[in-house]
């Protein structure tokens, strides 16, 4: 876990240089005009929660929520009619989470080991908690695995289609790269070596070896007012070839894959509005194509698929009355837009 590829830094570095240049010869079509949205419910009884993702079932959901007793964000688990809420950790603060694809086992990033070191911010990149470590678990919590051993940022996890590898992110002294590791946490490795981006938030493709990640420009990090400017970018696990994929300025952030390969789900920053309004939008990889999928005043974010193509689970504040940003998860019923899962 503490090898770094140096010899792919040159070869991965030139390639992030050559591909923005030509990337934004290319002219992103405009969005149409926001439609009304499809079919929205929240889910019950979970209160406040954000960054959640589907079971491989399409049943249930995993992510963080502060409810009743919290004195932190936890991962929890719930079934989408908030039916049956478990906690998976009641230790120090959690983060990022995901189900492995086999849908027995969690993957989750936490604090619990090392809460005498700072901190920190899960929201601030300048000051990311350094004792936030991954872990894996059985879905009720127990039998607990940390893989890394650190003392760094490391988090925004994910694990691959097909079960074999675990994406994520590391800040080392303020530098955040995209790094995988095998899905039992050895073979740590490398991805991105970029000097001026700072890649997260990563998922990968129905391949599961095209990896979806946003970054943005160390010069840009922490600038406020309107959105912090980010992209969304494409890098391969096996050669770490990076490909930009949006060229719109403003902020162009949180991607998710749909599980056809073809389309992702990601958010922008509006700022033709009194106020900024974060909104969901999904674009053809090909063509490029924007469609909006949320229209509602506030936060919209942190957007995932469900594995059937059928619903996409939200993080919303449109219930809470500004300025307030409570989020609370929702799901909205995607069936009319065809995405059909990709022949594996």
Not at 48 to 64: K, M, W
Not at 76 to 90: A, F, M, P, Q
Not at 153 to 174: C, H, M, N, Q, T
Request: aromatic share 10%.
């Amino acid at each position: 876990m503490k090898t770094i590829l140096r010899v792919a830094l040159p070869r991965v570095a030139a390639v992030f240089a050559v591909a923005l240049p030509l990337a934004a010869l290319a002219q992103a079509p405009a969005p149409a005009p926001a439609p009304a949205e499809l079919p929205v419910r929240v889910v019950p009884n979970l209160g406040e929660g954000a960054e959640f993702y589907f079971s491989p079932d399409n049943q249930s959901l995993i992510g963080n929520a502060k409810r009743e007793g919290d004195t932190a964000h936890h991962v929890y688990t719930t079934t989408l009619d908030g039916s049956k809420i478990v906690r998976i950790n009641d230790k120090g603060e959690d983060a990022c989470s995901f189900y492995f694809p086999d849908g027995k086992k969690l993957l989750w990033t936490s604090t619990r080991d090392l809460t005498d070191l700072p901190k920190g911010a899960w929201s601030d990149p300048n000051d990311y908690p350094k004792g936030s470590e991954i872990y894996t678990s059985d879905l009720d919590g127990t039998n607990v695995k940390r893989l890394t051993d650190n003392k760094v940022y490391d988090a925004e996890a994910a694990v691959s289609p097909d079960g074999k590898w675990i994406l994520f992110g590391r800040d080392i002294d303020g530098k955040m790269d995209l790094w995988v590791m095998k899905s039992d946490g050895t073979g740590e490795k490398q991805l991105t070596f970029t000097e001026d981006w700072q890649e997260g938030g990563a998922q990968f493709l129905p391949d599961s070896n095209t990896i979806l990640t946003r970054a943005w420009k160390r010069a840009d990090q922490g600038q406020s007012g309107r959105g912090m400017p980010m992209q969304v970018f494409t890098v391969k696990r096996d050669t770490g070839v990076i490909k930009q994929i949006t060229n719109e300025p403003g902020t162009n952030w949180a991607p998710f894959p749909a599980p056809d390969g073809k389309h992702f789900a990601y958010v922008k920053v509006l700022t033709d509005t009194p106020r900024p309004n974060w909104e969901i939008f999904m674009m053809n990889f090909e063509t490029g194509k924007q469609t909006r999928l949320t229209n509602h005043p506030g936060f919209d974010g942190f957007p995932s698929f469900s594995p059937d193509g059928k619903m996409l689970t939200f993080s919303s504040s449109r219930e809470t009355k500004p300025p307030a940003r409570t989020l609370q998860q929702y799901v909205m019923d995607i069936s009319s837009l065809g995405i059909v899962p990709a022949k594996k």
